[in-house]
C-alpha cells in the first residue's frame, strides 16, 4: 500500500541519519572500524533515498575519507577527498546559481546560511585534502 511504501521511505531515510551519527560518535570515541562501517552503510542508504548528489552523501563521503585516512589508507582516503570535493561543489555552486541572478535573498535566510555552511563545508574537505597531500609528501 502507499501507507506501508511511504513508512518504508521515510524509515530509511532516517536510518541513514542514525547510522551517519552512530559513526560521528564512534569517530569521537576513537572506534574509527566502527564509524567506517556505519559511514559506509549510511552513505549507501543516502545514495539509495536523496541521491549521490546531494549534500549528505557528500558529508558522509567526507567522513569515509577522514577515517580512511586516519587508519592510514591513504590513497583510498585521496580518492574518497576528491569525490566528496567535487559533490560539495557541483551541490553548492547549484544553490548559488538557483536562479540567474544567483540566489535570492529569503526573509529567513535559509538560502544565505546553506551557502555559508556549504563553502565552510568545502573548505573543511579543501583543509583535509592539503593535511592528507603533506603527509603523502605531496
Not at 88 to 112: F, I, M, N, R
Amino acid at each position: 500500500s502507499l501507507t506501508q511504501l511511504l513508512l518504508f521511505s521515510w524509515c530509511e531515510d532516517n536510518l541513514a541519519i542514525i547510522l551517519y551519527y552512530l559513526g560521528v560518535l564512534e569517530e569521537g570515541e576513537g572506534q574509527f572500524d566502527q564509524a567506517l562501517r556505519h559511514f559506509r552503510d549510511a552513505l549507501k542508504l543516502f545514495r539509495d533515498t536523496v541521491g549521490p548528489d546531494h549534500r549528505d552523501t557528500a558529508e558522509c563521503l567526507n567522513n569515509i575519507a577522514s577515517m580512511l585516512f586516519r587508519r592510514g589508507d591513504l590513497k583510498k582516503a585521496f580518492a574518497a577527498y576528491v569525490k566528496a570535493l567535487s559533490l560539495k561543489e557541483a551541490v553548492y555552486v547549484e544553490l548559488q546559481h538557483a536562479s540567474p541572478t544567483g540566489p535570492e535573498p529569503s526573509e529567513d535566510g535559509h538560502v544565505e546560511s546553506a551557502i555559508l555552511l556549504g563553502n565552510a563545508s568545502i573548505a573543511d574537505t579543501l583543509y583535509n585534502l592539503a593535511e592528507l597531500r603533506r603527509q603523502m609528501g605531496r
